[in-house]
């Protein structure tokens, strides 16, 4: 069973479109993040959400708009694609938000505007 | 603010030689310290942590890392490469505190590993 899993692994979509990338996982965990990786190979954190709350929410344009509507699901959503955001997103959980923790990843979303 | 560095971006070592990852990281509190090896198209596996106590980690794969306070560093070590290592590494320090949980990584090191 795969602890965190992503939808779709591979999404190829032109400028100016709306996609989302969903993200489950059965650890039964409270927190979930949404990570992304730049061509440079870059990880940043983009949100967080703990038991359905947002925690934190980087620098991020709001064209990108996560939901959680429950504990085991983050999903994220992108409006109004544009190039810039090509990238590779991953959803990760960990337990609660005790500094430590391990965050399980998940498989990675590769994302192309084209 | 916290920050992580990987000095080398990118290594290349001979099958079955040693190798050493250094990891640097700026906190102003004790770190909570991670290994994460991410294959070709694939995501993010964790090798290794360390919390508190030894400051010896062993982790999977034949894979180790020793904290050192003095040096604020993290560096990552295995006694022999093998080619299945070939990967990109990313140490990252966790927050202290609970109030966020989040991971700040560096920028990572890509492992070439040559016959």
């Known amino acids: 069973d795969t602890a965190v899993s992503q939808t779709p692994k591979y999404l190829v979509t032109q400028m100016g479109n709306d996609k989302s990338i969903k993200c489950e996982q059965n650890?039964?965990?409270?927190?979930m993040y949404w990570y992304k990786q730049d061509s440079k190979k870059f990880l940043k954190i983009m949100f967080s959400?703990?038991?359905?709350?947002?925690?934190i929410n980087e620098t991020v344009p709001n064209r990108f708009s996560p939901k959680s509507p429950d504990k085991a699901h983050l999903n994220l959503h992108i409006n109004s694609l544009e190039l810039g955001d090509s990238a590779v997103y991953f959803c990760?959980?960990?337990?609660?938000?005790?500094?430590?923790?391990?965050?399980?990843f998940g498989e990675g979303s590769w994302l192309t505007v084209v | 603010a916290q920050s992580v560095t990987q000095p080398d971006i990118h290594i290349t070592v001979s099958e079955g030689a040693s190798l050493e990852l250094r990891c640097n990281y700026s906190?102003?509190?004790?770190?909570?310290l991670f290994w994460y090896v991410q294959s070709p198209g694939q995501g993010l596996q964790l090798l290794l942590k360390?919390?508190?106590?030894?400051?010896l980690v062993q982790g999977i794969k034949g894979f180790e890392a020793e904290f050192k306070r003095s040096q604020s560093s993290f560096n990552l070590r295995k006694p022999s490469v093998h080619w299945s290592d070939a990967a990109e590494y990313f140490c990252a320090v966790g927050t202290l505190g609970g109030s966020q949980g989040n991971l700040i990584f560096g920028k990572g090191t890509k492992l070439s590993v040559k016959p």
């Open positions: 360390y919390f508190s106590g030894d400051t």
């Open positions: 906190y102003g509190a004790t770190p909570y």
């Open positions: 959400y703990n038991n359905k709350e947002l925690i």
């Open positions: 650890l039964g965990h409270d927190t």
């Open positions: 990760a959980s960990s337990q609660d938000l005790t500094g430590g923790n391990t965050i399980y």
